[in-house]
């Protein structure tokens, strides 16, 4: 019966439409429709108003282009007319080679075979056809100081005169250098490795602590 409308969700639309018998039954449906139709206007206002907000970006509002969803394809530059890569008259850039004298180490790269694919025997030349430099930092390597203290007893009233560091010299066995190097690794590792990290710094600061 139509006197109790159902919702939307609960009508059968493969059925003929229903048909009101009553006045009574023709009002119900009447508040029912009335009703549905100031929903539908809600959804399309709400609608408008999410495509309205997709189509805004960097072009036409004052959002940066960061912020453009992928919706928004990217803007390119205007072509220039050029071609790509390096222009008529611009003077190439590239890594000067560090001369010899400046060098500390020098290996000398040579084919280990001894003859071609048709057995003849290879020239050995004496001078390089190319050079290749790697330039890197040398290895860090600790440096350990070891503070030799000599106590003393007196040999006539048995006094004890204890040697002393250095002013400066930490009580740890980690000095400043170290510890700093250590806490910032710490900071700059992800959280992972920070832990583990931490957990050695920590068993290294206990060793410092009790010297």
């Known amino acids: 019966m139509w006197f109790d409308v159902p919702m939307v969700a609960e009508l059968d639309f493969t059925q003929p439409p229903p048909q009101a018998q009553t006045l009574a039954e023709a009002q119900a449906l009447i508040e029912r429709l009335w009703e549905l139709a100031r929903r539908v206007k809600e959804v399309e206002a709400r609608v408008a108003g999410l495509e309205e907000r997709l189509s805004l970006g960097s072009r036409n509002s004052s959002q940066p282009p960061s912020q453009d969803g992928p919706q928004v394809p990217a803007q390119k530059p205007p072509p220039t007319g050029r071609p790509r890569g390096g222009q008529p008259g611009h003077r190439g850039q590239r890594r000067e080679v560090v001369p010899p004298e400046a060098v500390d180490a020098v290996i000398a790269c040579r084919v280990p075979a001894t003859h ?9 030349p004496e001078r390089p056809s190319r050079r290749h430099q790697v330039i890197d930092l040398p290895a860090i390597r600790p440096l350990v100081s070891d503070y030799r203290l000599f106590d003393i007893h007196c040999p006539v009233c048995g ?26 690794a710490e900071r700059s590792l992800s959280p992972e490795r920070a832990q583990a990290a931490g957990v050695a710094g920590g068993a290294l600061r206990g060793e410092a602590e009790r010297g």
Do not use: F, I
């Open 116 to 124: 071609c694919a048709w057995g003849h025997r290879l020239p050995q």
């Open 159 to 184: 006094t004890y005169h204890a040697a002393s560091l250095p002013r400066g010299v930490p009580r740890g066995m980690l000095g400043p250098r170290r510890l700093a190097e250590m806490g910032v």
